[in-house]
């Protein structure tokens, strides 16, 4: 009687042993002899087509991605990951003016956290995971940011982070595509970059504006940043177009403003002709005024002295005559 109960008490122990055995480490449809497999990617390994995470990694309470001065474990071998910047470039957004992007139009950032004299970067750890930094080797200035706009500063893991007028530049991991600005005021630290290193909105945007170009100065820009020319051919009193018929395949003229959408210049200097067609086209001190099809981006002025005609108007409705 005392073996039975024994054995009993063995096989009772053993199925217990097997069922805990069974719940722990293994999924409910794991076949018999499959080790058991963690399938938790580690923070920063997603699908992103940079290869720095997921849209919802590293983001902590703090609203900005992790506490600034957090754990940098493994930050260098993240930094492997972070893709050159290459040509940088800018891109006017509606809501914000200029924006600098990477090679890609993913917009560029930066944190209040920081500081730009002396440059320092202040976020690491998970903070970097969902802010990428943007490496210095490689990154190019175009022409509408000041090539002497764009350094470096050591990270505390080694490598060299781009800086534009001395601010830490960084990515956003939920920006999925060119254009988006998605990390715009995260945690109220964070703000898309200005050509000048300035925050992106700081400076007013309109039909009609000023750039503030870092060969030519301040010149005159329409809605969407491009630079506005006017033409040596022209004349503004009496009145005379000399921009027609295959002129205006390459030099458009630009759309009237409303003067209650200006930024920068002064309203009287702005009005609207009409065109032998009839259209009606933006004057600026009474000069009609083109957008050049040869400039593909905010801050281009590859129209500037063209064939010794054609210029860059200033913030006071003059030509501007330096040639770059």
């Not at 580690?42 to 991605?65: F, I």
């Amino acid at each position: 009687m005392t073996t039975t109960r024994r054995r009993a008490g063995l096989a009772a122990t053993a199925l217990a042993t097997l069922a805990l055995t069974a719940a722990c480490g293994s999924s409910g449809n794991q076949s018999a002899g499959t080790p058991t497999t963690d399938t938790v990617q580690p923070a920063g390994q997603g699908t992103s087509d940079y290869g720095y995470g997921s849209s919802g990694s590293g983001q902590g309470d703090d609203g900005y991605g992790g506490q600034a001065g957090g754990d940098d474990s493994g930050a260098g071998k993240e930094a492997k990951k972070w893709p050159s910047a290459g040509k940088l470039a800018l891109w006017a957004s509606p809501e914000l003016g200029p924006v600098v992007t990477d090679s890609k139009g993913m917009t560029l950032y930066r944190f209040d956290k920081d500081t730009a004299e002396p440059p320092k970067s202040n976020c690491s750890g998970s903070c970097a995971t969902t802010w990428p930094p943007v490496p210095a080797d490689g990154a190019e200035a175009p022409s509408g940011i000041a090539k002497s706009a764009l350094g470096s500063v050591l990270r505390a893991d080694g490598t060299k982070q781009l800086t534009i007028g001395g601010w830490p530049a960084y990515r956003y991991i939920k920006d999925k595509k060119p254009g988006d600005t998605t990390g715009q005021g995260v945690g109220g630290t964070w703000n898309a970059l200005a050509a000048d290193g300035k925050k992106a909105g700081a400076q007013q945007t309109g039909d009609v504006a000023v750039f503030n170009h870092p060969e030519l100065g301040k010149i005159l820009v329409n809605g969407k940043g491009m630079t506005l020319y006017r033409f040596n051919k022209d004349s503004a009193w009496p009145m005379k177009f000399g921009c027609n018929d295959a002129c205006l395949d390459t030099w458009k003229p630009a759309k009237p403003a409303d003067r209650s959408k200006l930024a920068g210049i002064a309203p009287k200097l702005i009005s609207a002709v009409t065109r032998p067609d009839g259209t009606r086209q933006l004057a600026v001190d009474c000069w009609p005024v083109y957008w050049f099809k040869g400039d593909k981006q905010p801050g281009d002025i590859n129209g500037q002295g063209k064939m010794g005609l054609w210029f860059a108007v200033s913030q006071d409705g003059k030509k501007i005559t330096t040639t770059p």
